[in-house]
C-alpha cells in the first residue's frame, strides 16, 4: 500500500469495501480486488506522468466523494439536456452514472443493433465480458483506470453485428445533477462493430450539478474489417464537475474512426484518447474544439500509434481559454517498425484572450518505420488586432468582432459533425460559450 | 461635413502629423498626395480610429460631432468608411455574412431597422451587378486568397452596400495593374454624389486621371503644404514631390 492515504483515496477504498465484496463471479470479484490493491499502490497519476504533465490531480486528491447516489434511479431530469438537435434515433441515458431505463429509448433499436448496459450484462451474464473486465492490467494504465477496474458497476456495451449499417445516430447522454453531496461514479464502456458495420455515436454531458461530481470513465472501442464509427461528443458538464475520460480504440483493417468533440464543459476535464491503427490501411480523422472560461481546465491527449500498412491519421484541433482557464494539447504520433507508408498528421491552433489563461500544446512523433509522412505543428496565439481593426472600421462593435473571430477560428473543427443539425446546434453552442476578451 | 484643424498624431512614440487642417463638403472629392513617409495612411487612419494612433493635438469635427472620441464602430456608424491600403484576410468568415453583420450593426446603431437575409441578398445582388464584383467572391471568406486586385475590388464593394457619408481610400490604386485600377475607379465614380465626400489618398497622379477629384492637397512632414484643383496633380507629375518640399505650410483649400 504506497498510495498516499488522502481524503480521496480513502473514499475510494470506503466505496470498494461497502459496494464490492462478493458482488458477482468470482472472476469478477477476484479482478476487482486485484485492480483495487493495484490503484492503492500506484495512486493517481501525478505531472511526473508524462502523460499529465500539465494536469495536476492535487485539488481532486484533497476530496471526498460519496461512493453512489441512492437516488439516481429516481432523479428527475429537464427534457432539453435529453435532446439534441438531430439525434431522434435511439437513446441511452446515464443520471449520476446509473442507467435510466425509464428515461432511455432503446425499444426501437435497429436490427443488428445491440444495446446492454453493464449494470444489466454483470447480473445476469457477465461471462461474455469476462476478456474486458478480468485483463490484467497493463503497465499502460493508469490508477484511474485501476479504480475504473475496481468500481465500474454502470456502463453501456455496444454491439453492431457484421454488415450492418446503422443509419440513426445513437444518442448517449451523460447527466450529472445535484446530490446533496459530491458523487464519484464510474463508467465502463465497450463499442465493437462487427466486419463492414458502421454507427453514429454521439455522445452528450450535460447537467446542472452544482456539488461537483468525480466521473471516470474508460471505455474500449473496437472496429473490425472496414468498420466504420463516426462519433461526435458534445462535452457541456455542469462548471463543478470533474470529468476523466480514458478510450482505447482498435482499429483492424480498412476500418475507420471519425471523431469530433466539442469540449465547453466542467471544471477538470480530460480525454486520453489512444487510437491503435492495427490493420492495414485503417484511418483515423479527429477533429475538436475546446473553448474555455473562468478557471476551467481541459486536457486532450490524442495518442495515435499506425501499426498497419498504409494506415492514415489526420487530426486537427483548436483550442480557446479566456480569463485564469488552462488548455493542455497532447498530441502523439508512432509509428511502430513495419508500418510502411503511414501518412500521420497533428495540428492544433489555439486562442488566449486574456494574459492570465494559458494552453499548454506539444505534437510529439516517434517514427520507426520508412517511407513514413508525418507532419505536426502547433501554435498559440492571440486575436490578430488588425483583423479586429478591419471589422469595427466596418461598423462591427468589438465584442461581436471578437466572437465573430473566435466563431471563425473554431468552425474548421465543427465542419464534419453529424448530422447536420447537430452541427448547428453546435455551433450555437459555441457562440454562446464563447468567453469574454480582455485587452 | 469633414473639419480637420491643426491635427498632430502620433504613431509608436513618433510624431507624423504636424499640424494638418483640411475641411471637405458634402459631395466633394479631394486627393490627398505627397512623399512616403508623409503622414497619409496615417491620416487615414486617425480618422478611422485604429488603436495606436495617438491624437496629441487639434480637432476633427464630422458632421458637427467630435470623431476623435468615437470607438471605430461608431465612425463608421456615423458614416466614416475606410478602404485599407492593406485589407486584410479573415479565414473562416464568410464575406455576406461580415457585411450583413456589419451593416445590421450600423442600422442598428442608427436606430435603424435591420435588413433580414432575403432584404440583404437583394441589395447585394444588386450591388455586385453595379460593381462588376465576381459573384463568387461572396462566397469566399473575406479577402482569403483574394487576388490584389479582387482585395481592392471587394474594398469598393463593401463602400457600395454600406453607402458611407465619407468615404477615404487609402492608396487604393497601390498594386493595381491599369484594368483593375479602371475598374476600381469606376466603381467609385459610381459612388459619387452630392450627399458623400471622398478623401483620395495617393503617391501618384495616375488614379487621378480616372477619379478626377475637385481640390488637390499635398501632404509633406505631416502638413499640407499645396492645395489646388486637378491641375496641380498634373503640376507635381511633371515637377516630382521636390518641387513642393521647400515650400510653407499653407491653409487647406476648402
Known amino acids: ?439 | 461635413m469633414l473639419k480637420i484643424e491643426n491635427l498632430h498624431a502620433r504613431v509608436a512614440g513618433k510624431e507624423i502629423l504636424k499640424g494638418l487642417s483640411l475641411e471637405a463638403k458634402s459631395g466633394e472629392v479631394h486627393a490627398i498626395m505627397g512623399p512616403n513617409g508623409a503622414g497619409k495612411s496615417t491620416l487615414g487612419n486617425v480618422l478611422a480610429g485604429r488603436p495606436g494612433y495617438e491624437v496629441t493635438q487639434g480637432t476633427v469635427t464630422f458632421d458637427g460631432k467630435n470623431l476623435l472620441e468615437m470607438e471605430p464602430e461608431a465612425r463608421a456608424a456615423a458614416g466614416v468608411f475606410l478602404a485599407f491600403q492593406y485589407p486584410v484576410e479573415i479565414p473562416g468568415v464568410n464575406n455576406t455574412y461580415f457585411l450583413r453583420a456589419a451593416l445590421n450593426a450600423q442600422r442598428k446603431a442608427r436606430g435603424g431597422q435591420e435588413l433580414d437575409s432575403m432584404q440583404f441578398l437583394k441589395l447585394v445582388r444588386e450591388r455586385v451587378k453595379e460593381m462588376g464584383m465576381t459573384p463568387e467572391l461572396l462566397n469566399r471568406a473575406v479577402n482569403e486568397g483574394f487576388s490584389g486586385g479582387e482585395k481592392k475590388r471587394n474594398e469598393v464593394f463593401q463602400m457600395a452596400v454600406l453607402e458611407p457619408r465619407l468615404a477615404i481610400l487609402d492608396e487604393t490604386d497601390s498594386g493595381l495593374d491599369i484594368d483593375a485600377l479602371k475598374q476600381v475607379a469606376e466603381g467609385v465614380n459610381r459612388l459619387r454624389s452630392t450627399e458623400r465626400s471622398f478623401l483620395v489618398i495617393t503617391h501618384y497622379q495616375r488614379l487621378l486621371d480616372y477619379i478626377v477629384p475637385g481640390f488637390v492637397h499635398v501632404l509633406a512632414d505631416g502638413r499640407i503644404v499645396e492645395s489646388g484643383d486637378a491641375t496641380l496633380a498634373k503640376e507635381l507629375e511633371a515637377h516630382g514631390y521636390a518641387w513642393v518640399r521647400d515650400r510653407t505650410p499653407a491653409e487647406a483649400h476648402a
Not at chain 1, 483515496?9 to 458477482?24: C, I, L
Not at chain 1, 483515423?284 to 486532450?300: E, I, K, Y
Open chain 1, 1 to 439: 500500500m504506497n498510495a498516499v492515504a488522502t481524503p480521496f483515496v480513502e473514499s475510494m477504498q470506503a466505496a470498494a469495501a461497502a459496494h464490492f465484496p462478493d458482488s458477482g463471479p468470482a472472476w469478477l470479484d477476484n479482478a476487482r480486488h486485484q485492480a483495487l490493491r493495484a490503484f492503492m499502490e500506484r495512486g493517481l497519476p501525478d505531472t511526473r506522468n508524462e502523460l499529465w504533465k500539465y494536469t495536476a490531480l492535487r485539488a481532486l486528491q484533497q476530496r471526498a466523494y460519496a461512493a453512489r447516489d441512492e437516488d439516481a434511479a429516481s432523479r428527475s431530469v429537464a427534457d432539453d439536456l435529453l435532446r439534441l438537435d438531430g439525434c431522434e434515433g435511439p437513446r441511452a441515458v446515464f443520471v449520476n452514472g446509473v442507467f435510466r431505463a425509464d428515461l432511455s429509448l432503446l425499444d426501437d433499436v435497429p436490427e443488428g443493433l445491440t444495446l446492454q448496459p453493464l449494470s444489466e450484462a454483470l447480473q445476469h451474464k457477465s461471462e461474455p465480458l469476462r476478456f474486458l473486465l478480468a485483463a490484467r492490467a497493463d503497465e499502460d494504465e493508469d490508477g484511474l483506470t485501476l479504480l475504473n477496474r475496481a468500481l465500474a458497476a454502470n456502463g453501456l456495451i455496444v454491439r453492431v453485428a457484421d454488415g450492418v449499417r446503422v443509419l440513426e445516430p445513437l444518442h448517449v447522454v451523460h447527466v450529472g445533477t445535484s446530490a446533496g453531496s459530491a458523487v464519484a461514479w464510474h463508467l465502463r464502456d465497450l463499442i465493437e462493430l462487427g466486419e463492414g458495420a458502421s454507427l453514429l455515436v454521439v455522445e452528450h454531458h450535460a447537467g446542472d450539478d452544482a456539488s461537483g461530481h468525480f466521473a471516470n470513465l474508460v471505455r474500449n472501442v473496437t472496429l473490425r474489417e472496414r468498420a466504420s464509427l463516426d462519433w461526435t461528443v458534445v462535452q457541456r458538464a455542469s462548471s463543478e464537475a470533474t470529468l476523466l475520460r480514458r478510450t482505447d480504440c482498435v482499429l483492424h483493417e480498412h476500418a475507420h474512426l471519425d471523431f469530433h468533440a466539442l469540449e465547453l464543459g466542467g471544471k477538470l476535464a480530460r480525454h486520453e484518447l489512444r487510437v491503435d491503427l492495427a490493420g492495414d490501411r485503417a484511418r483515423f480523422d479527429s477533429r475538436g474544439a475546446f473553448v474555455l472560461d473562468g478557471r476551467q481546465h481541459c486536457d486532450t491527449e490524442v495518442l495515435v500509434t499506425h501499426r498497419g500498412r498504409d494506415t492514415v491519421s489526420d487530426s486537427l484541433w483548436r483550442g480557446v481559454a479566456g480569463d485564469r482557464a488552462r488548455g493542455v494539447v497532447h498530441g502523439r504520433i508512432l509509428v511502430q517498425p513495419g508500418a510502411d507508408g503511414s501518412d500521420g498528421s497533428f495540428y492544433n491552433k489555439n486562442l488566449l484572450l486574456s494574459p492570465t489563461a494559458e494552453i499548454d500544446t506539444r505534437p510529439a512523433l516517434e517514427i520507426y518505420a520508412d517511407e513514413v509522412k508525418a507532419n505536426h505543428g502547433a501554435t498559440v496565439g492571440q486575436l490578430d488586432e488588425n483583423v479586429l481593426f478591419y471589422l469595427r472600421s466596418r461598423g462591427i462593435p468589438l465584442d461581436t468582432a471578437r466572437r465573430m473571430l473566435v466563431r471563425a477560428f473554431c468552425a474548421v473543427a465543427l465542419d464534419g459533425i453529424r448530422p447536420a443539425p447537430l452541427r448547428e446546434f453546435c455551433e450555437t453552442l459555441l457562440a454562446e460559450q464563447l468567453p469574454e476578451a480582455e485587452a
